[in-house]
């Protein structure tokens, strides 16, 4: 196998070997990097405490509906779902996301606007390989989720950064989109409620994020997998609201919403109630990628209508009142902390960013090594915020029970006063 500048990568006797093609993204990943300082906890220590990802299925506070789970065993049972699913996913589950999702908005989604993926992760990596054309770049927030950016490397797709701004609620610098953008611009990626800076985007805002990418002739990916995950003022907007003004791809999942990471349904929904994807016969380019990769499960392809139209609100408001009450134990018990700021308040979604004052510690080198003696003193997993784009800050969820929520800030709170700068 030849690779990169055409040198044989392999040495010796075995004609393969490593791809440069991934070493050169393998480490832009969350995955990696809390690995990394999760080498550090020992084994005789404290009992861990996982700040690190957004993943509480395993929390009995955050234990998904009954109505899920009932639908995936008549599923199963049914017998009805043990066949191969066709391309873009069996029509009663498009069918019923496109209801589900045109309740949110001024005009109604057909099946054949939903394209059903495994979670979406799934949807970004279709999503992002169909855009791709030589020469092509994407705009991608910063910090963001990297997941995006791994994507966009592996598929050759150039990214670009604009930042998100945390003294206006991690607004888009819609100022530096303009600048980046191009000819050879094909689209932005918007995150909300936000991961990793657990904001919620106004509707004023959005409408102007859909005017600038309308200015610049780009599609929006609007990346809502924390749909509804709100618990602050600003109510959940979803982009495809701007459909008309902008085409909006919308990508989404079950993971978050219904605390089910592990059962992999997401989709593409394609908001254009003008034609412009299909026009430029970018939809096609879903469909035949769809075509040479897999497809979620065909069971729980069959359960989701039944998931969609009969899950009750109060599961759905047990989820959210439980993620505002650990978001305020988040942002008290952080304000206690000297040597972290926290510019903004979480309102959705699981995580909050907060910045380390590396001035006011004594021994710490950056972030890296801030969480990584945090988790081999404390036994506390916080991701370092470099993973997501901003260096020598931190991404916090507080989507865990709030006893370990509380117990591990307690820890962090102890681990800075230890580190402090004692000659001041
Ligand atoms: C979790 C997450 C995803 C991936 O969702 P899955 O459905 O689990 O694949 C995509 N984007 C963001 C911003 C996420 O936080």
């Known amino acids: 196998m030849e690779n990169g500048g055409g040198k044989p990568v392999a040495a010796g006797r075995w004609h393969f070997g490593v791809n440069s093609a991934l070493t050169k993204i393998s480490d832009i990943s969350i995955r990696p990097v809390l690995n990394m300082v999760m080498a550090n906890i020992p084994e005789d220590g404290l009992r861990p405490v996982p700040l690190g990802h957004g993943d509480p299925s395993v929390f009995p506070c955050f234990r998904t509906t009954s109505v899920a789970e009932d639908a995936i065993v008549d599923a199963v049972r049914s017998a009805k779902f043990n066949c191969y699913a066709s391309t873009v996913g069996i029509l009663p589950a498009r069918r019923a996301l496109a209801e589900y999702l045109s309740r949110d908005l001024p005009y109604k989604l057909s099946p054949d606007d939903i394209f059903l993926t495994g979670g979406c992760t799934q949807a970004i990596e279709i999503l992002l390989s169909a855009l791709v054309r030589p020469g092509a770049n994407i705009l991608l927030p910063r910090p963001g989720f990297p997941f995006y950016e791994a994507r966009a490397a592996f598929c050759g797709l150039e990214a670009r950064h604009f930042d998100l701004v945390p003294e206006k609620g991690w607004e888009i610098d819609l100022e530096a989109v303009k600048a980046l953008a191009d000819e050879n611009t094909v689209a932005m990626v918007v995150i909300n409620p936000g991961n990793p800076c657990g904001n919620v985007f106004t509707y004023q805002h959005l409408a102007e994020v859909a005017e600038t990418a309308k200015g610049l002739g780009i599609a929006v990916i609007a990346d809502e997998v924390y749909d509804h995950l709100v618990f602050g003022s600003n109510p959940f907007v979803p982009m495809g609201i701007f459909g008309t003004t902008v085409p909006v791809f919308t990508v989404g999942s079950i993971s978050k919403r219904w605390v089910v990471p592990g059962w992999r349904l997401g989709w593409i929904a ?17 469909t035949t990628l769809l075509n040479i990769t897999t497809d979620p499960a065909t069971f ?16 759905f408001k047990k989820t959210i009142d439980t993620l505002k009450k650990t978001a305020d134990i988040c942002w008290d018990k952080l304000k206690e902390i000297d040597c972290v700021t926290c510019p903004h308040k979480p309102e959705g979604s699981m995580f909050v960013m907060v910045k380390l004052d590396l001035s006011q510690l004594e021994d710490i080198n950056d972030d890296i090594d801030f969480c990584s003696k945090l988790a081999k003193e404390e036994s506390v997993v916080i991701l370092p915020g470099g993973a997501v784009g901003l260096k020598n800050w931190l991404r916090v969820t507080f989507a865990v029970d709030p006893s370990s929520l509380e117990e591990g800030l307690d820890r962090l709170k102890s681990f800075c006063q230890r580190h402090a700068n004692k000659i001041k």
């Open 300 to 315: 729980i392809q069959g359960a989701i209508p039944h998931i969609l139209q009969n899950t009750k609100d109060d599961f």
């Open 270 to 286: 394609t908001n254009d109630p003008t034609g412009v994807f299909r026009e430029t016969k970018v939809v096609d380019n879903i």
